[in-house]
């Protein structure tokens, strides 16, 4: 999330955090792992508009996903480095099937549609 | 290789309409329509992650076959032993112990491809509970990986 909020800034976007209260995942309730605030971000670079939510950890090919919110629909960032590795993010959605790197100029494209 | 493709871009298909309707409502503002075109996304992708994943089931075994077809003729015993047991003799062998046969178990691509597995089966007897990270993703890594099986 710092860098996403990063990288929106140096492009002269505007970044509002807030939280989704009472996040939790099924996995984790079952283990009476209380739910948890989560981080969100709604962004906003020129006139288009997106929202940056944190899905959750435990998916089907990843160790986690990350959504991103945009007028072109939900491009989703996933974290595919093996379990406690540096993460290593991609990026796919419409558009990005080839899934690549994630990078700063890359989630503006996305950002901007 | 070519019916996983076929899958794939049928899922594209698909998906670029709904990606379409998510597109609209976020531009809309209208959470309520969002969170109902993203359930039924995630929905989506779990269908076509199980048809996905049997594609590649039939790619290992088929590769398998040729493996254990291959060695049983040899009359060479040095070729044929273990291959011609009664593990591999019919095609009921366990999936995991085909695909050891055509994929080294001491990779990466192997426990990946038995993570999957266990997801699979997970979904396909109804499991709703780990959602698909991507299913372009999960789409090019069994393409990937179809293509390091050895017969």
Same mark, same amino acid.
């Given at each position: 999330?710092?860098?996403?909020?990063?990288?929106?800034?140096?492009?002269?976007?505007?970044?509002?955090?807030?939280?989704?209260?009472?996040?939790?995942?099924?996995?984790?309730?079952?283990?009476?792992?209380?739910?948890?605030?989560?981080?969100?971000?709604?962004?906003?670079?020129?006139?288009?508009?997106?929202?940056?939510?944190?899905?959750?950890?435990?998916?089907?090919?990843?160790?986690?996903?990350?959504?991103?919110?945009?007028?072109?629909?939900?491009?989703?960032?996933?974290?595919?480095?093996?379990?406690?590795?540096?993460?290593?993010?991609?990026?796919?959605?419409?558009?990005?099937?080839?899934?690549?790197?994630?990078?700063?100029?890359?989630?503006?494209?996305?950002?901007?549609? | 290789? *070519?019916?996983?493709? $076929?899958?794939?871009?049928?899922?594209?298909?698909?998906?670029?309409?709904?990606?379409?309707?998510?597109?609209?409502?976020?531009?809309?503002?209208?959470?309520?329509?969002?969170?109902?075109?993203?359930? $039924?996304?995630?929905?989506?992708?779990?269908?076509?992650?199980?048809?996905?994943?049997?594609?590649?089931?039939?790619?290992?075994?088929?590769?398998? $076959?040729?493996?254990?077809?291959?060695?049983?003729?040899?009359?060479?015993?040095? *070729?044929?032993?273990?291959?011609?047991?009664?593990?591999?003799?019919?095609?009921?062998?366990?999936?995991?112990?085909?695909?050891?046969?055509?994929?080294?178990?001491?990779?990466?691509?192997? $426990?990946?491809?038995?993570?999957?597995?266990?997801?699979?089966?997970?979904?396909?007897?109804?499991?709703?509970?780990?959602?698909?990270?991507?299913?372009?993703?999960?789409?090019?890594?069994? *393409?990937?990986?179809?293509?390091?099986?050895?017969?």
């Amino acid at each position: 999330m710092a860098d996403l909020t990063q990288w929106v800034c140096e492009a002269g976007g505007q970044v509002s955090p807030s939280t989704i209260p009472g996040k939790s995942e099924e996995l984790l309730a079952e283990y009476d792992v209380s739910p948890t605030d989560m981080p969100k971000l709604d962004i906003r670079v020129g006139n288009v508009f997106a929202k940056v939510e944190p899905f959750g950890l435990w998916v089907i090919g990843g160790n986690g996903r990350v959504d991103v919110k945009t007028r072109r629909g939900v491009f989703k960032l996933v974290d595919i480095a093996l379990p406690f590795t540096q993460a290593h993010w991609r990026v796919a959605g419409p558009g990005l099937r080839d899934a690549p790197p994630l990078s700063a100029a890359l989630f503006l494209q996305v950002l901007r549609g | 290789m *070519q019916n996983l493709l $076929r899958v794939k871009t049928s899922y594209e298909a698909v998906d670029d309409l709904i990606q379409r309707e998510i597109g609209n409502a976020v531009t809309a503002n209208d959470t309520t329509t969002e969170l109902a075109w993203a359930q $039924r996304k995630d929905l989506n992708d779990y269908a076509f992650f199980v048809v996905l994943f049997a594609q590649f089931e039939r790619i290992a075994k088929e590769k398998f $076959r040729q493996a254990r077809d291959t060695r049983t003729a040899n009359v060479d015993w040095r *070729q044929r032993r273990g291959w011609d047991g009664p593990l591999f003799s019919s095609d009921r062998a366990p999936f995991p112990d085909q695909l050891a046969a055509v994929l080294d178990r001491q990779t990466d691509e192997y $426990r990946r491809i038995m993570r999957y597995y266990e997801d699979r089966n997970h979904v396909a007897h109804g499991g709703l509970t780990n959602q698909v990270a991507s299913i372009d993703l999960l789409a090019s890594d069994l *393409q990937m990986i179809a293509a390091l099986l050895r017969a």
